[in-house]
């Protein structure tokens, strides 16, 4: 698969923040990119470097969740040869990397405060300093970052430099989530879908079928537009049939009734039901011989859905903790054995 540059999506909340990119990328300022993972904030990032007038110039991203603090402040400004142990010789930072063009700062809620204080700096005045070093150095930079923090909240708690955000905020563009993106399900699933049936060597794309476009419309997708692809492309690779409409997603490739014992937490009681209450008893363990184990499994994990769910009077929440499962789990496999009427 090829690296993703385009915009697939015609709802009119991702049309705006597209926009509002597209009129931010000609002016010569800096730009934050807010939003959930995987709603594709290097992809409007890079936008707004290829619609600048810095478009022919370098293009330089750096991931600050990647970086251990004690490295960070060298990553971006450089260090002199024997500034700390290991720096056997001069290196120039990302700073100067991307002189006369755009530097895209990932995960910048990250940063430590004695980064911060080193960025606003080359921000404010266009100087960035080595490490080791005591003589400033002019660069020309565009900075373009991205966080999926409210940073005014880091403000407030004192973990986010307030002049620096003043600094940085001069355009402001939120992303807004999958499942706020209305009728773009569909329109990415397709899409993801055709792309991935090629790879495939389908001759012909079959489509989704009504339970699985049900699905993907009753799903929260908390990883955006990175899971929904996921999600697609395992489909079609699982699916046999390539004549038929593919009607089948799973969500979460670790759901197994055989995944690790240890791993999940154990089923917590409800003090406030009656102890003798037969309702609240834990689910039995099939006893006697089986002669289909899947349909024995799945009995039992049916069983121990629906009595987790009455004792946590229907809150899918509540039975989700109490289970040690996620949300999507939980509606996954409330789903899945019906039980979600």
Request: with cysteine; charged share 25%.
């Amino acid at each position: 698969m090829e690296r993703e540059t385009q915009f697939i999506g015609q709802s009119a909340t991702f049309q705006d923040a597209v926009e509002r990119a597209s009129l931010a990328a000609s002016l010569d300022r800096p730009v934050l990119v807010i939003g959930e993972r995987g709603t594709g904030k290097e992809l409007i990032a890079e936008r707004l470097h290829r619609l600048s007038t810095r478009w022919d110039r370098p293009y330089v991203i750096m991931n600050c969740a990647a970086m251990p603090e004690t490295l960070i402040e060298s990553e971006l400004f450089g260090h002199e040869a024997g500034a700390f142990t290991g720096a056997t010789r001069t290196r120039a930072g990302r700073f100067e990397e991307a002189d006369g063009g755009t530097l895209f700062l990932d995960e910048l809620a990250t940063m430590s405060m004695g980064a911060q204080e080193r960025l606003l700096r080359a921000v404010e005045y266009g100087e960035i300093t080595r490490v080791g070093s005591s003589r400033p150095i002019r660069v020309d930079v565009r900075i373009v970052a991205a966080t999926n923090e409210h940073l005014p909240a880091l403000v407030d708690d004192n973990r986010f430099r307030a002049d620096l955000l003043d600094r940085l905020s001069f355009e402001v563009i939120t992303l807004p989530p999958l499942r706020a993106r209305e009728g773009d399900i569909e329109v990415l699933a397709t899409y993801f879908g055709q792309r991935m049936a090629a790879v495939l060597g389908w001759e012909e794309w079959p489509g989704f079928g009504p339970r699985a476009l049900a699905a993907m419309e009753g799903h929260d997708w908390p990883g955006n537009v990175r899971e929904l692809r996921n999600v697609i492309e395992r489909a079609i690779y699982r699916w046999a049939d390539p004549e038929k409409p593919v009607d089948a997603l799973s969500f979460d490739p670790f759901a197994s009734p055989w995944q690790p014992v240890s791993r999940m937490t154990p089923v917590r009681a409800d003090t406030s039901a009656p102890a003798n209450d037969a309702a609240h008893a834990p689910a039995a363990a099939p006893s006697g011989p089986v002669s289909d184990m899947r349909a024995a499994v799945d009995a039992y994990e049916r069983q121990i859905l629906s009595d987790t769910m009455a004792r946590c009077r229907f809150n899918q929440k509540v039975a989700a903790e109490a289970l040690g499962l996620s949300y999507d789990q939980i509606r996954h496999a409330l789903k899945k054995h019906g039980l979600n009427q």
